[in-house]
C-alpha cells in the first residue's frame, strides 16, 4: 500500500520544545502537517513557533488534568479535528529505588504513563467517530530491557509500551492505527534532566548527553504516521535485538551480570547526570 501524506494533517506533539519534540515538529511541518506544539514553557513554545508558521504554540503540562482537557478542546475548536497525536514528552530520575521519594515516583507515573494514557483517551472518540487517526507512543529502549540506574523509568515506560500494544488491539479494526517508537541512547536533555531532586527539572539549558541524533527518531515519528497500518519501531533498529534478553537461560545471565554491577552503573550514571546538569541541578 502507498505511503499516506502528511500534507494537511494535524499532529498534537507534546514535549515539542527540546530534543527529539523538537526535531519531530520541523520535521512533520516540513513534510506539510500543522503541528500544535504543546509544551510548559511559553517562551520555548515561542521561540519554536517562530520557525515555521504551521507550528501552533499551545502551553500544556500533560500532568493537569484541566490542561489536558483545555489542549484537545482548544485544539479541535481551531483546527476542526485532530489527525495525529505523538506522545513524545517524557522524564526521567536517575538513581537507585531505595533513594527515590514517592513524590519522585508519583511524578513519573504522572508525566510519562497518566498524561500520555489520558490524552489518548480524549482523541479517540472523534479518531474512532471518523475512523481514521494516529496514536504514536514515544517509548524507550528500557521497555525492553530495564536496569538501574533508570529502573522507575523503565517501568512507566513498560506500562506505555503495554498500554500501546492493548489500544492497537482494541481499535485496529475501527481506523486508528497505534504505533510506539523505542529509542536508545539520544543526544537531547533527558540524561541531565533526570539529575535534580524533582524529575525533569534542573536549571536552564543542561548539556546535552550522548547518543545519536533525536532527527533519527523525528523520521521514525514520521514513517509511522506515513505507514498504511501499526509499527512498532526501534531507533536504531539494531536495538530491537534487546528483546532477546527476555528468553531465559540468556535472561538469567543478564540479570546476575547487570545485579552484579547496579551500584557503580548507578554511581557512574548519576554522576555523568550530574555533571551535564551542572550548577543548575537543585
Known amino acids: 500500500m502507498p505511503a499516506r501524506p502528511l500534507d494537511g494533517r494535524v499532529v498534537v506533539l507534546t514535549g515539542a ?23 510548559r514553557s511559553e ?24 490542561d489536558r482537557v483545555a489542549l484537545v478542546d482548544a485544539t479541535t475548536s481551531e483546527q476542526g479535528r485532530i489527525d495525529a497525536l ?41 479518531m474512532l467517530e471518523r475512523r481514521d487517526g494516529d496514536v504514536v507512543f514515544v517509548a524507550s529502549a528500557a521497555s ?11 517501568a512507566t515506560k513498560y506500562a506505555v509500551a503495554g498500554f500501546s500494544e492493548g489500544l492497537r488491539r482494541e481499535v485496529a479494526t475501527r481506523g486508528v492505527r497505534v504505533h510506539s517508537v523505542h529509542p536508545g541512547l539520544v543526544s537531547t536533555e533527558f540524561a541531565a534532566r533526570s539529575a535534580g531532586a524533582v524529575p525533569g527539572e534542573v536549571g536552564a539549558s543542561p548539556a546535552a548527553g550522548p547518543g545519536f541524533p533525536p532527527s533519527w527518531v523525528a523520521a521514525a515519528i514520521e514513517r509511522t504516521l506515513t505507514q498504511p497500518s501499526h509499527d512498532v519501531v526501534a531507533v536504531p533498529r539494531l536495538l530491537g535485538l534487546t528483546r532477546v534478553v527476555k528468553l531465559p537461560p540468556l535472561r538469567q545471565a543478564v540479570d546476575l551480570l547487570v545485579a552484579a554491577n547496579a551500584q557503580r552503573i548507578a ?6 547526570a550530574t555533571r551535564d546538569a551542572g550548577a543548575g541541578v537543585r
Open 86 to 126: 505523538v506522545n513524545n514528552v517524557g522524564i526521567g530520575w536517575s538513581g537507585l529505588v531505595e533513594e527515590m521519594t514517592v513524590d519522585q515516583i508519583r511524578r513519573l507515573f504522572e508525566v510519562n504513563v497518566v498524561g500520555a494514557l489520558d490524552l489518548t483517551r480524549l482523541v479517540l472518540p472523534q
Open 267 to 272: 554511581r557512574v550514571s548519576r554522576r555523568i
Open 17 to 39: 520544545t527540546a530534543g527529539i519534540g523538537r526535531a519531530t515538529a520541523l520535521r512533520l511541518v516540513g513534510r506539510g502537517a500543522t503541528v500544535v506544539a504543546c509544551a
Open 43 to 66: 517562551d520555548a513554545l515561542a521561540a519554536l513557533a517562530a520557525e515555521h508558521p504551521r507550528i501552533v504554540p499551545r502551553r500544556c503540562d500533560v500532568s493537569s488534568d484541566a
Open 144 to 154: 525492553w530491557f530495564a536496569a538501574p540506574p533508570l529502573s522507575a523509568y523503565a
